[in-house]
C-alpha cells in the first residue's frame, strides 16, 4: 500500500449553469467533453463542485448555477493501492512535450482499471506521477486491453479538455496496423456499415451507428507457411470493437481475434501506429512476432 501526498485542491474552471433542471454530468460532458463516467468519479471524489457544496451524479442544474471544475485533483492522505510496476510508464514512454506524452501502450494491458485488472496503464502513469512529485496527468482516450500502441496523455486537465473536444470532433487522425487473415486482393478500400453494440459484442446491422473504415494494403506477409495481409487501417469513426467487425465484415479477420473469427495466436495483431495531434504526427512500430 502507498501512501500519497495530495496537494491543496485547485478550481482552475468554472461555470455558471444556463440551462435549467439539466443533469449535471450531461452538463459538464456537452460543455468540457470529459467522459461522464470520468464525470460521476470527479463527482464522488469532491473535484466537481455547484455552488461550493457537493452534489451526486443525479443532481439538476438550475440556471445561475455555479459549477467548479478542480485540475490539483488531491485534497489529503489516503491509502492507494497501486500495483503497477515502478518504471512501466517510463518504458512505455515514446515522445513528450510541454503538454502531453505520447505512450507505446503494451498489448495485455488495460488502459484503465476495472474488474478483475490488476493494474493498468493509467495506475502507471499515476504512480509516475507521484514518485516525482507532479500533478496527475490525465488520459484523453483509451484502446482496447488487447491493443497495442499510441496513447495519448495530457499533462494537465486544459490540455485534456482540449483533446477530447479534438476527438469528439474527430479532429485527431488515427492509424492502425493489423496483420489481417488470407491474401486481401484489393490494395484500398473501405467499409461503411453500421455498427451495432450487443452485450460483449459488436455487430454489423441496420440498427447500428455510422461506421467507416479504410483499408490500405502494406504487404503479404508468411506466418507459419500460411499468407496473410499487413494492413495500415484508418477508422473515420470512432465505434466500439470497429476495425475488428469492420474487417470480419470485410471477409478478413484480425489474426489472434478469436472473438471476431480470426485465427489463432499468441496476440491480437492490431497496433495503434500512429497519431496526428497539434500539427505533429507520432508513430510507433508494432511487434506482431514473439
Given at each position: 500500500?502507498?501512501?500519497?501526498?495530495?496537494?491543496?485542491?485547485?478550481?482552475?474552471?468554472?461555470?455558471?449553469?444556463?440551462?435549467?433542471?439539466?443533469?449535471?454530468?450531461?452538463?459538464?460532458?456537452?460543455?468540457?467533453?470529459?467522459?461522464?463516467?470520468?464525470?460521476?468519479?470527479?463527482?464522488?471524489?469532491?473535484?466537481?463542485?455547484?455552488?461550493?457544496?457537493?452534489?451526486?451524479?443525479?443532481?439538476?442544474?438550475?440556471?445561475?448555477?455555479?459549477?467548479?471544475?478542480?485540475?490539483?485533483?488531491?485534497?489529503?492522505?489516503?491509502?492507494?493501492?497501486?500495483?503497477?510496476?515502478?518504471?512501466?510508464?517510463?518504458?512505455?514512454?515514446?515522445?513528450?512535450?510541454?503538454?502531453?506524452?505520447?505512450?507505446?501502450?503494451?498489448?495485455?494491458?488495460?488502459?484503465?482499471?476495472?474488474?478483475?485488472?490488476?493494474?493498468?496503464?493509467?495506475?502507471?502513469?499515476?504512480?509516475?506521477?507521484?514518485?516525482?512529485?507532479?500533478?496527475?496527468?490525465?488520459?484523453?482516450?483509451?484502446?482496447?486491453?488487447?491493443?497495442?500502441?499510441?496513447?495519448?496523455?495530457?499533462?494537465?486537465?486544459?490540455?485534456?479538455?482540449?483533446?477530447?473536444?479534438?476527438?469528439?470532433?474527430?479532429?485527431?487522425?488515427?492509424?492502425?496496423?493489423?496483420?489481417?487473415?488470407?491474401?486481401?486482393?484489393?490494395?484500398?478500400?473501405?467499409?461503411?456499415?453500421?455498427?451495432?453494440?450487443?452485450?460483449?459484442?459488436?455487430?454489423?446491422?441496420?440498427?447500428?451507428?455510422?461506421?467507416?473504415?479504410?483499408?490500405?494494403?502494406?504487404?503479404?506477409?508468411?506466418?507459419?507457411?500460411?499468407?496473410?495481409?499487413?494492413?495500415?487501417?484508418?477508422?473515420?469513426?470512432?465505434?466500439?470493437?470497429?476495425?475488428?467487425?469492420?474487417?470480419?465484415?470485410a471477409g478478413y479477420s484480425i489474426l489472434g481475434d478469436t472473438k471476431y473469427n480470426g485465427d489463432t495466436y499468441f496476440r491480437?495483431?492490431?497496433?495503434?501506429?500512429?497519431?496526428?495531434?497539434f500539427n505533429q504526427i507520432f508513430t510507433c512500430e508494432a511487434e506482431f512476432e514473439k
Amino acid at each position: 500500500m502507498l501512501h500519497i501526498n495530495y496537494f491543496h485542491l485547485n478550481y482552475i474552471m468554472t461555470f455558471v449553469c444556463n440551462e435549467d433542471q439539466i443533469n449535471i454530468a450531461k452538463y459538464l460532458h456537452k460543455k468540457t467533453y470529459i467522459p461522464i463516467i470520468c464525470i460521476f468519479k470527479l463527482l464522488r471524489q469532491k473535484h466537481i463542485l455547484v455552488n461550493n457544496k457537493k452534489v451526486n451524479k443525479n443532481y439538476k442544474l438550475a440556471i445561475n448555477d455555479i459549477i467548479y471544475l478542480a485540475d490539483h485533483i488531491e485534497i489529503e492522505k489516503r491509502k492507494y493501492n497501486n500495483l503497477a510496476p515502478d518504471n512501466l510508464f517510463e518504458s512505455c514512454l515514446l515522445y513528450e512535450t510541454s503538454d502531453i506524452c505520447i505512450l507505446n501502450k503494451p498489448y495485455n494491458l488495460a488502459t484503465q482499471r476495472g474488474t478483475n485488472i490488476l493494474y493498468s496503464i493509467d495506475d502507471a502513469i499515476q504512480k509516475y506521477c507521484l514518485n516525482n512529485n507532479i500533478l496527475p496527468y490525465h488520459l484523453v482516450h483509451r484502446i482496447d486491453k488487447d491493443t497495442s500502441g499510441i496513447l495519448v496523455v495530457a499533462k494537465n486537465r486544459k490540455i485534456a479538455i482540449s483533446l477530447s473536444k479534438l476527438f469528439h470532433n474527430r479532429k485527431i487522425s488515427k492509424t492502425y496496423h493489423a496483420i489481417l487473415c488470407g491474401k486481401v486482393e484489393q490494395s484500398h478500400f473501405i467499409v461503411n456499415a453500421p455498427i451495432e453494440k450487443i452485450d460483449l459484442k459488436c455487430i454489423v446491422s441496420e440498427k447500428g451507428k455510422e461506421a467507416i473504415t479504410e483499408f490500405t494494403l502494406i504487404k503479404y506477409i508468411n506466418i507459419n507457411n500460411n499468407i496473410y495481409s499487413l494492413m495500415s487501417i484508418k477508422p473515420l469513426t470512432g465505434r466500439t470493437h470497429q476495425i475488428r467487425v469492420h474487417s470480419m465484415y470485410a471477409g478478413y479477420s484480425i489474426l489472434g481475434d478469436t472473438k471476431y473469427n480470426g485465427d489463432t495466436y499468441f496476440r491480437l495483431a492490431l497496433h495503434a501506429h500512429s497519431i496526428q495531434i497539434f500539427n505533429q504526427i507520432f508513430t510507433c512500430e508494432a511487434e506482431f512476432e514473439k
